[in-house]
C-alpha cells in the first residue's frame, strides 16, 4: 500500500510510539474490506475545504473540487475523523445511504492520511486533534 511505502521511506520522522502505533495500522490494511459502491466522491474533504458561517456554525459549502473522483464514498468521511468520532457519528446518522462498514472503512482511510500527512501536519494547527488522538491510539 500507499501507506506502508511512505512509511518505511520516512521511518525515522516517527517517534518509537508512533511507530509501534503505525506498525499495528499497517496490518490492519492488510484485509481490506470490499467497498460496497463506488460514488463521486470530493476525496480531500478535510477543514480547509469546508466553509460554514462563522456566526451561525451553520456549514455552506464544499471547495476545491481538484481531486474529485469515483471510489468508495468512505474516502471523504475519512477528513470528517479531523472533527471528533462523534462529529463522524453524527454525519453518518444523517447520512441515508450509510451502510454498517462506512465508519469503520473511513476510519481506516484517516489512519493512512495520518501516516503519510502527520510529519508535515506537525506544523499545522487543523493537525492538533488527529495527532493528539494518534498519540492515544
Known amino acids: 500500500s500507499r501507506s ?10 516517527f517517534s518509537i510510539d508512533e511507530r ?7 496490518k490492519e490494511f492488510e484485509h481490506p474490506k470490499p467497498d460496497p459502491c463506488l460514488s463521486f ?3 480531500d474533504i478535510y477543514p480547509y475545504h469546508l466553509m ?4 451561525s456554525g451553520q456549514f455552506t459549502g464544499v471547495i476545491d473540487w481538484a481531486d474529485h473522483c469515483i471510489t468508495d464514498r468512505a474516502k471523504d468521511f475519512s477528513g470528517l475523523w479531523f472533527y471528533g468520532e462523534e462529529f463522524v457519528d ?9 451502510d454498517s ?6 476510519l481506516r482511510m484517516f489512519k493512512a492520511l ?7 501536519g506537525r506544523r499545522d494547527p487543523v493537525w492538533e486533534y488527529p495527532l493528539r488522538v494518534f498519540r492515544d491510539w
Open 4 to 13: 506502508a511505502s511512505y512509511f518505511e521511506e520516512h521511518e525515522a520522522w
Open 52 to 55: 460554514h458561517d462563522p456566526v
Open 41 to 43: 466522491v470530493h476525496s
Open 101 to 106: 462498514t462506512l465508519k469503520e472503512r473511513s
Open 114 to 120: 495520518v501516516i503519510c500527512c502527520a510529519p508535515v
Open 90 to 98: 453524527a454525519v453518518i446518522a444523517d447520512y441515508p445511504q450509510a
Open 20 to 26: 509501534h502505533t503505525i506498525s499495528r495500522w499497517l
